[in-house]
């Protein structure tokens, strides 16, 4: 927020003139209010493995993260060269594989690739869409300086937090939203209707299609969110045992019988959504729905075997990946990272450790990794012997120097590091990108651990108008 | 709508209303408690077998002490009818349909919960129970304004509606299930004491112990107690006001879906039976008989509009 002489960056100005009037107990105040008010709403998510298996609060911070018009343009330019970029990777990895053939990537990183799923070989989802929702992790390291972290192209999640952050912001400083102007982000859902029944299968784009939001439940944790995005969107809540195949379609039981849906948005992973083609244990999905996807009856958001490409392997390849399908060097750039798979790569990463962040190949939520200079000694000896037994299950990447944005702690204003995830949306014809997104920020002083499961929390984030 | 979703409308209204009866049990058990004309652990009993959870109440006490059983109703997740599993039972099901509820309704359900949850931490002292009780009365008079207030008057609605009822219908007919050898002409001591501390009791746990005294000006007779609460058509909760109500919702799905359903016949066939009936015919028949025929014509009628509507599989 503030630059090395201690003054207010210029996208802070105005809201830092603001903040001075207020007293830090009037803000400590104004936090509590916050928090009451998520609680009433039940914004919450649950904690797998937590024992009391109740739902918690999302730490929300009051003070805003502010971004310039002017690097939120460049920011945005760079996520849809991404987004394009993944989505014509997807398409080429499950149809002719040109990128394997021009030797610009290793055939056995898709071929030895768990989230490559060969029912999709030769299928093209309607529209051409695979990744419908995406949510890209940056970190931001400097003025116009942004890393991209992690491509999350499966079913990124975080959005109804982007939103009512904003609702509680605006509820609880009203007077400050006429001082700075700030670009809303509250159009998300009809957004996000719009760009699901533009890829609704050709049969039914013309009528308003019927779309279902399908969630594990209310015991998964970010049910709320599934709540949340089916509301705004007057889209039905589905869960699996709600559907079934009846006529070649999917169809969701009504008290009036079975009526046929035309776009599914799934917040259930590809292993779950049909036990007859994925795991047969599932409870969660629906038997025979990727049948009636490949033959074309019903369009699913985002598409079968998108994991492919927010893999942390492919990941280290992102940047071949955009110029070999965009003809264009990456305008974002990507963390340097080691694969662990490669014998010198691994070497270097094992002699380094104490300054790396190693992170499993196909894990999330910030389960599973180290952060070398976080970690103590034990904990790096555990991950050495982990790396040697499976390389190729690691990649390491350097610890960068996240920029910090001060919360508000027991002791007044602090800095602490945070990331920003903002939110995309792909339709056959056009790219979306929400101005804002969601600003995660880990409220432990000095880590660099984000993720809510991980005691990490989020605040309002505010791209400033033009 | 989805008929998980009416499943779920069905049960969470289900759920508030048998919270309130209960807690209603509660309040008219502990004046019967105080009163030193009868037998505490008595009353407690009979209150508890009403409630329908005396098998679970046995598992953990032996007798039927005040204490224990306020603590049982109230607050024991050993009860799968203490007000507060029903609470947390009806705020389960309001969040599996929170997208066919309105902000307001969903809050007023969450705060209820929170409030009960914060007031039930710890075990109910006496002192505290008049409080506790207008508190539960409050949060669920709540969520029933919220959804008179904020709801569309659709197929949602009546799902909600239905769930009062036949929830409704089904506890004032245990409490009389109960109760009934105290209305029972041939045993009672008309004008002793006794009987007029059972037949308020009666009155108070359905809240109308001011209607009846309004409506047959202070004279406690039993006859008309029992008419009261089966046959008359003003009292939001005699038995025939319940299915009048049903009625009601099912005719309002069958407009919405323009669809008839077996459940419809049996709800108005059963209502024109109450209908045409008379006190002195129940008495005659008997009154024990008529309350355990009607309970299990409640359940099957809940049953019906279960399967009619597809709430499972």
Same mark, same amino acid.
């Given at each position: ?466 | ?93 309001? /969040?599996?349909?929170?997208? $066919? =509820?309105?902000?307001?309704?969903? *809050?007023? @359900? ?6 009960? +949850? #914060? ?113 008359? /058509?003003?009292?939001?909760? $005699? =038995?025939?006001?319940?299915?009048? *109500?049903? @009625? ?6 069958? +407009? #919405? ?57």
């Amino acid at each position: 927020m503030h630059d090395e002489a201690g003054a207010p960056r210029e996208p802070y100005e105005e809201y830092a003139r603001w903040l001075s009037d207020y007293t830090p107990a009037e803000l400590a105040r104004k936090s509590r209010e916050a928090e009451t008010f998520f609680r009433r709403t039940g914004i919450t998510f649950n904690v797998y493995g937590a024992r009391d298996a109740d739902e918690r609060l999302i730490p929300f911070d009051i003070v805003p993260r502010v971004i310039s018009a002017r690097e939120w343009a460049r920011l945005e330019r760079g996520i849809e060269q991404r987004v394009r970029a993944i989505n014509a990777f997807l398409h080429d990895i499950y149809h002719k594989q040109e990128i394997i053939k021009a030797g610009r990537l290793p055939l056995n990183l898709i071929a030895e690739n768990q989230a490559f799923l060969p029912q999709m070989i030769g299928v093209s989802p309607p529209g051409g869409v695979y990744t419908h929702i995406v949510g890209t992790d940056l970190v931001r390291t400097g003025p116009n300086e942004f890393y991209v972290l992690e491509d999350n192209a499966r079913t990124p999640s975080g959005v109804s937090y982007m939103i009512e952050n904003r609702e509680t912001m605006l509820r609880m400083f009203p007077e400050l939203f006429s001082r700075v102007p700030v670009q809303p982000v509250g159009d998300y859902p009809v957004n996000l209707r719009r760009a699901l029944a533009r890829s609704a299968p050709p049969a039914s784009r013309g009528a308003r299609p019927t779309i279902a939001v399908l969630t594990p439940g209310i015991h998964n944790s970010a049910y709320f969110e599934h709540a949340f995005l089916a509301d705004q969107m007057g889209a039905a809540l589905v869960e699996g045992h709600d559907l079934r195949v009846v006529d070649g379609r999917i169809a969701m039981r009504t008290t009036q019988g079975y009526t046929p849906i035309d776009v599914l948005y799934r917040r259930v992973d590809d292993d779950y959504l049909d036990p007859l083609n994925f795991r047969s244990d599932s409870v969660l999905g629906v038997p025979g729905i990727m049948d009636v996807y490949r033959a074309g009856g019903i369009t699913i958001a985002n598409a079968p075997g998108t994991g492919v490409a927010d893999d942390k392997a492919i990941y280290s390849y992102m940047p071949e990946i955009i110029e070999f399908y965009t003809g264009k060097p990456p305008i974002l750039k990507n963390v340097p990272t080691w694969r662990c798979a490669e014998p010198d790569a691994l070497a270097y990463v094992l002699d380094n450790l104490e300054d790396l962040v190693v992170k499993e190949v196909h894990g999330s939520g910030g389960y599973g990794m180290l952060v070398g200079p976080a970690a103590s000694k034990k904990e790096i000896a555990g991950f050495r012997k982990k790396l040697k037994a499976r390389p190729a299950n690691y990649i390491a990447q350097p610890t960068l120097s996240l920029s910090t944005v001060p919360v508000l702690t027991k002791a007044g204003l602090a800095p602490r590091h945070v990331d920003l995830r903002p939110f995309v949306l792909v339709s056959p014809d056009r790219i979306d990108i929400t101005p804002g997104g969601l600003t995660r920020v880990a409220m432990k002083k000095g880590s660099l651990v984000v993720n809510s499961s991980q005691g990490g929390g989020t605040k309002d984030t505010w791209i400033l108008e033009d | 709508m989805l008929g998980r979703h009416a499943c779920g409308l069905y049960w969470m209204f289900r759920q508030l209303e048998r919270a309130e009866n209960t807690a209603r049990l509660v309040e008219a058990g502990f004046r019967m408690a105080l009163t030193r004309s009868v037998s505490a652990e008595g009353e407690w009993e009979s209150i508890i077998t009403t409630a329908g959870c005396r098998d679970a109440f046995l598992e953990v006490h032996d007798t039927f002490e005040t204490g224990p059983v306020i603590d049982f109703m109230m607050r024991s997740p050993d009860n799968p009818a203490s007000v507060m599993t029903l609470f947390e039972g009806a705020r389960r099901n309001a /969040r599996q349909v929170r997208t $066919s =509820l309105t902000r307001d309704v969903w *809050e007023a @359900v969450n705060e209820g919960w929170m409030t009960l +949850r #914060e007031l039930l931490r710890r075990p109910v002292r006496i002192a505290e129970l008049p409080a506790l009780m207008s508190a539960v009365r409050q949060q669920s008079a709540l969520v029933r304004g919220q959804l008179y207030g904020t709801m569309l008057q659709d197929d949602i609605f009546a799902y909600a509606r239905l769930g009062t009822f036949v929830e409704r219908a089904d506890n004032t007919a245990r409490l009389l299930d109960v109760k009934y050898y105290v209305l029972l002409p041939a045993t009672s001591y008309v004008g002793s004491s006794l009987d007029n501390v059972q037949w308020e009791t009666v009155l108070r746990s359905v809240s109308a112990d001011r209607s009846y005294s309004w409506l047959h000006g202070g004279e406690n007779d039993p006859s008309h107690i029992a008419d009261f609460l089966i046959l008359d /058509r003003h009292m939001p909760r $005699s =038995l025939y006001y319940c299915w009048c *109500e049903i @009625v009601d919702n099912l005719s309002a799905l069958e +407009r #919405e879906y323009d669809m008839r359903k077996p459940c419809q016949d049996m709800a108005e066939e059963g209502q024109a039976r109450l209908n045409r009936m008379t006190i002195d015919d129940i008495f005659a028949a008997g009154l024990h008989e008529f309350i355990t025929d009607f309970l299990s014509r409640n359940n099957a009628l809940g049953r019906q509009i279960e399967a009619d509507y597809r709430f499972y599989e």
